[in-house]
């Protein structure tokens, strides 16, 4: 968890098709989103929404299609294997909380749609073996909602494939932006500290011959 960015609040919801720069995170990555309290983490992504009014197959829908959709960033290489996996058991760490929350009014339907999202998202995580396990291309936010799930597919309900955007958009968001690997930052660092000479592909003999003449020259002058 450390490697991801800190927590940011609970505090707006996220339309899809917005840049990152204009991106107000639901909750920063996968420790923003454990700690977000369920019900107002589902109120949230689908829109202020009473969850206990949303049906309890849109919910698991909404966890599973956001799946989906780490599942095809990972894919095309803009996030690695474990980024992927990471985000997936979090969303399948909120489902059970919804489903906790709710045993009694959910019944038997919750102990199956439960069961569901777990066959799913965990056939899903199984799926990424061969995604490299580390990024093949720069993230780029709207690049990768071209990717996500779309409305209108059959056999999904709009707003679950909708709030799983906003899922996705959140956690994909708070992941950090990777820089120069150390051994190159400390090379980039060195040649930039050493003299002119020793820098430029000169061959020795033309340095050393310089450093003659400019001796004799400056001896003459005296």
Known sequence: ?????????LT??????????ALAPLAAGPVGLVAAPIMILLGKIFHGADPRQVPASQIEQAFQAASNNLNYVAKVGMISRDEAVAGMRVFLQKGDEFYKE???????AGTAGKANMHKVIEAEIAGLRDVASTRTRSLDLVAAQAFYEKPGKAGWYKESVEAAGRLA?????SLPQPTLPQNLVGKAASLLAAPLCESLP?????????????????????
């Not at 707006?12 to 720069?21: D, L």
């Not at 709710?102 to 038997?108: H, S, T, V, Y």
């Not at 958009?169 to 968001?173: F, N």
């Open 1 to 9: 968890m450390s490697k991801f960015d800190a927590v940011k609040s």
């Open 12 to 21: 707006e919801s996220v339309p899809s098709g917005v840049g990152a720069a």
């Open 102 to 108: 709710n045993e009694k009014a959910l019944g038997k």
């Open 169 to 173: 958009d959140s956690y994909l968001a």
């Open 202 to 222: 000169v061959p020795t003999w033309i340095v050393a011959a310089g450093v003659l003449l400019l001796g004799l020259l400056v001896g003459g002058v005296r």
